[in-house]
């Protein structure tokens, strides 16, 4: 291997930045090699930065690296950044580190187990290109846009919300994560506790963490948050916000029982409290779901639940829309806040929004992603429980993108997280899900944002022999 990689090495300057080597069988026979001599020469030459990998396509030669620039002295900052820490009720440092692992890419030929979107073979890109441009000819298409949002999208988003929703009490907003930044800023002061899903969406515990609020863990488990714990949170508390997500939650896929949603509701109520549902993942049921609960909205008509709906897990994450429903009022409070932060949502987003939506294309493509998201959860639970089967899965979802695994007690999270990438594939850690001390490690694998059912079974097959190094 280490003689093959110095002639690979000295021949790198034939081939322009971004070429491709000769194939794998090419090389084999030239040099009357194994194939595993070749995989190995090629992945110190990757490992070097001299080339990069991509499955299913070969070798290329990488781009030079640009120069690093001169680093000036910035040591002044951490005196300016921590001179009030010990005044402040929460401190403003906020760890992102679980929100970046689900959108850094990772390295090229790592298989991505970590990711938050669909695979771009998933995403509906010709018609959303079909949208974007029909949307850049309607007219006033470039104008300012009504602060709350386009009329027109505002009645679809209240007709998919349900129940006796009407668009005046929709707020087209800039994504999911927008829409959660503004809900949490309006409905509790810096300091205050704030009920969370434990474990919950890392997203959303930065969220609250950089609006200075506390999160206080609510246990889950198969059938969605636990009323009784949820009752006594709020006792202990004081809080004023319950931040949940009961359709195929984040991470582990629960979905809120119906007997459970009527308590949830009536102990929020009860408590003089709000409930912040993050409905990410309604348009990600699988195609053996069945009927979908509806939304707490739908059955509160009291104003308890701040309904929070997003189009871009479902179709691509450059098209952050999404939308607040709320009544009562604590919308203009909302409103507020999101004008005050951005305006309002890029009318050429929200035309291309509607336009997609209205399209016949859409409907297809839910059905689409339904079947794939179906057949892909099926290939990794297979995998895992035939070459993993000491990584716990306690529930199988049947929505969503994702599965939940609990790690063999003792287990090192960080270690196989490490082990993990040096065999090639990126994975999620447990620990950011939870907002205090984890029972346990944990893995998140994501099903959506590879290539098909031959990635996901290769995916496994290096988890496993990480997990060989690590487990054993």
């Known amino acids: 291997m280490g003689e093959l990689a ?19 069988r090419a090389l084999v026979e030239r040099f009357r090699v194994s194939p595993v001599t070749v995989s190995r020469a090629l992945g110190a030459l990757a490992a070097e930065g001299l080339v990069v990998t991509r ?25 300016a950044l921590s001179a009030e820490a010990d005044r402040e009720l929460v401190p403003r440092a906020v760890d992102a580190s679980g929100v970046l692992v689900t959108l850094a890419a990772p390295p090229t030929g790592v298989v991505e187990f970590n990711g938050g979107y669909l695979h771009p073979s998933l995403q509906p890109e010709r018609a959303m290109a079909a949208a974007l441009a029909r949307a850049g000819r309607r007219p006033g298409a470039w104008g300012r846009p ?7 999208l505002r009645a679809w988003f209240a007709r998919e919300t349900g129940g006796a929703v009407t668009p005046a009490e929709v707020l087209v907003t800039a994504g999911g994560q927008s829409a959660l930044t503004t809900a949490l800023r309006a409905l509790a ?5 704030v009920l969370v899903e434990s474990p919950t969406y890392p997203g959303m515990l930065a ?24 009752a006594s949170a709020f006792a202990a508390t004081g809080a004023r916000v319950l931040v949940c997500q ?9 979905v809120l029982s119906e007997p459970r949603r009527r308590e949830v509701l009536r102990i929020a109520r009860a408590a003089g409290a709000f409930v912040v549902e993050d409905d990410f993942a309604r348009r990600m049921a699988h195609e053996d779901a069945g009927p979908l609960p509806p939304t707490l909205t739908a059955q509160d008509p009291d104003g308890v639940v701040v309904h929070v709906f997003s189009l871009t897990k479902v179709t691509s994450p450059s098209l952050r829309v999404g939308a607040l429903v709320a009544r009562g009022p604590v919308l203009e409070r909302l409103r507020a806040i999101q004008v005050v932060d951005s305006f309002f949502v890029p009318r050429p987003l929200q035309e291309a929004a509607l ?6 294309a859409w409907p297809r493509h839910l059905r689409s992603v339904a079947a794939e998201l179906r057949s892909r959860r099926e290939a990794m639970t297979t995998a895992l429980a035939t070459r993993l089967p000491s990584l716990r899965l306690a529930h199988v979802p049947s929505g969503g993108y994702h599965l939940w695994l609990r790690l063999p007690e003792g287990a090192d999270e960080t270690a196989l997280l490490s082990a993990a990438l040096r065999t090639g594939v990126a994975v999620a850690p447990g620990r950011p899900y939870f907002c205090a001390e984890p029972p346990a490690g944990h893995l998140r694998l994501s099903f959506a944002g590879v290539a098909g059912a031959a990635e996901i079974a290769e995916g496994v097959r ?5 997990c060989d190094e690590v487990l054993a």
């Open 189 to 193: 002061p810096p300091g205050a506790p």
């Open 207 to 230: 969220v609250a963490r950089a609006s200075g609020l506390r999160p206080v863990p609510v246990p889950i488990d198969a059938e969605g948050v636990r009323p009784e714990l949820l």
């Open 146 to 152: 009504p602060v709350d949002g386009l009329p027109e």
């Open 55 to 79: 499955p299913g396509a070969g070798a290329f030669r990488a781009e030079p690296r640009t120069p690093v620039a001169a680093v000036g002295d910035t040591s002044w900052q951490e005196v």
């Open 246 to 254: 009961p359709l195929f939650q984040n991470p582990t896929g629960a």
């Open 462 to 466: 290096r988890l496993a022999v990480a």
């Open 6 to 24: 110095t002639i690979l090495r000295g021949e790198i300057d034939r081939y322009s930045p971004g070429e491709k080597l000769p194939s794998s």
């Open 355 to 360: 336009e997609l939506v209205g399209s016949p």
